[in-house]
């Protein structure tokens, strides 16, 4: 399959904005969706509705296969254990949540330490702030090299025997590095901590393997991977899981319930209190099934494609700051470029290629401490997925060229 028969797929993608074909480059925020997703939603609503788990009729016991399905589905597609240690949730910033509520409240006290990084997006930041603030501990941050990798004399330095938790991301949803999540488990275990991996970036663009990456948590959004808004999941290790109090309460998480007090459900439903998104997780089963049918291995090859073509062009143009592109780190390279058009603020950029068709972000990308960090209030940030081609490249560059011209910063 060339990479222009992906299209077909995602009739969003062939209409015109402003009068020019849409080149769509801000799958870092979210990602279109195909039409065997959207026809697994309609399928659920058209044939299979009713509140799963509750009824004891046909049409409740297939919304609950569907359901459960696609936890397996999920289990099986990051290699976890077991079903049981998938929580669905509403997005990655829930699943970080819940951890931070049921585990870090629990389990952080005066004195101790959690470590982030400084490149968190806030949803992997300020939970563990109102944490530590709650209990009396410190939050410390691991900083980066010059090039964007973290500084691994920090890490040494910073998980030390005082540290409960390691929060960190697998792929920075600004800078597009992948950090060596196994390496950083190995020096949080060995003094007793646990690691909570913010997979929101990662999921959609590399195999993951909780197991391999020896994970204790791992969070990410169904809508980042082809899958609808409104379905997120966390994984969980079985036993910190069942020793953790629920998050929320409320119907289905619950074993038994006396006017004074309640024994709760076992997993995942002690996680999952109320009404569920079933339709959202149809849709992630479906979309986990797209993704599998193209493999990861080509779609890491076709952002490599897009980076390695993209990077020097960009490069090449005086007028333009990269983050994050270095040589050195394009190994650890995933489908996104963070940059600068040198005297124009990044809205503006992102307003003129809005009107030659093109979709990139700008602003802070909820990561304003990596914006002190990198020195700058707010960036551009193009970011790729597998049905981007290179003529959207070249049609980003044409149209980058035009930013200043438009601003009368150039002649
Ligand atoms: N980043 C972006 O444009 P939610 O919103 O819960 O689905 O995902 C939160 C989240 C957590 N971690 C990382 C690394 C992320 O990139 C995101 C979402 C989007 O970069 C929206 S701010």
Redesign the pocket.
């Known amino acids: 399959m060339s990479d222009k028969n992906f299209l077909r797929d995602f009739p969003i993608l062939n209409q015109k904005m402003n009068g020019k074909p849409i080149v769509y480059l801000?799958n870092?925020?979210t990602t279109q969706k195909p039409e065997s997703v959207v026809r697994s939603i309609c399928g659920y609503y058209g044939g299979c509705n009713a509140n799963p788990h509750r009824g004891a009729y046909q049409l409740s016991v297939r919304a609950t296969d569907i359901y459960e399905s696609a936890r397996a589905r999920v289990a099986q597609f990051i290699n976890a254990p077991a079903p049981a240690s998938i929580i669905f949730t509403k997005?990655?910033?829930?699943s970080?949540n819940l951890v931070a509520y049921a585990y870090g409240l629990t389990n952080v006290g005066a004195g101790d330490s959690i470590v982030i990084t400084v490149s968190e997006?806030h949803?992997?930041l300020v939970p563990w702030q109102r944490v530590a603030q709650a209990r009396g501990a410190a939050l410390e941050y691991v900083y980066l090299n010059p090039d964007g990798t973290l500084n691994d004399a920090d890490i040494e330095r910073k998980i030390s025997a005082r540290t409960k938790i390691v929060a960190v991301?697998h792929?920075?949803?600004v800078l597009g590095l992948k950090n060596d999540i196994k390496k950083i488990a190995d020096k949080a275990h060995s003094v007793g901590a646990v690691v909570v991996v913010?997979g929101?970036?990662s999921t959609p663009h590399i195999p993951v393997d909780v197991q391999a990456l020896d994970a204790d948590f791992f969070a990410f959004?169904g809508?980042?991977m082809l899958a609808p808004m409104g379905i997120?999941v966390l994984f969980g290790r079985e036993n910190l899981l069942d020793a953790m109090p629920p998050f929320l309460a409320g119907g289905d998480m619950i074993e038994y319930v006396e006017e004074q007090s309640t024994t709760f459900a076992e997993l995942p439903q002690k996680f999952e209190a109320g009404t569920q998104n079933v339709e959202g997780a149809a849709g992630l089963h479906a979309a986990i099934d797209y993704i599998q049918a193209i493999g990861f291995e080509r779609i890491e090859a076709i952002e490599r494609r897009l980076i390695d073509y993209a990077i020097p062009k960009l490069s090449a143009l005086p007028f333009i700051e990269l983050y994050g592109c270095a040589p050195s780190v394009i190994e650890k390279k995933t489908g996104i470029i963070t940059f600068n058009v040198k005297g124009v603020h990044p809205h503006d950029v992102s307003t003129i290629l809005d009107l030659e068709g093109i979709a990139i972000?700008a602003g802070h990308?909820?990561a304003q401490p990596l914006m002190k960090f990198l020195k700058q209030n707010a960036t551009c940030?193009a970011s790729f997925y597998f049905y981007n081609t290179i003529d959207d490249v070249d049609r980003l560059i044409d149209a980058l060229k035009k930013v200043r011209k438009v601003l009368r910063l150039e002649p």
């Open positions: 801000d870092g925020a997005n990655a910033t829930e970080l997006h949803s992997n991301t792929v920075s949803n913010d929101a970036q959004s809508h980042k997120g972000r990308h909820c940030r």
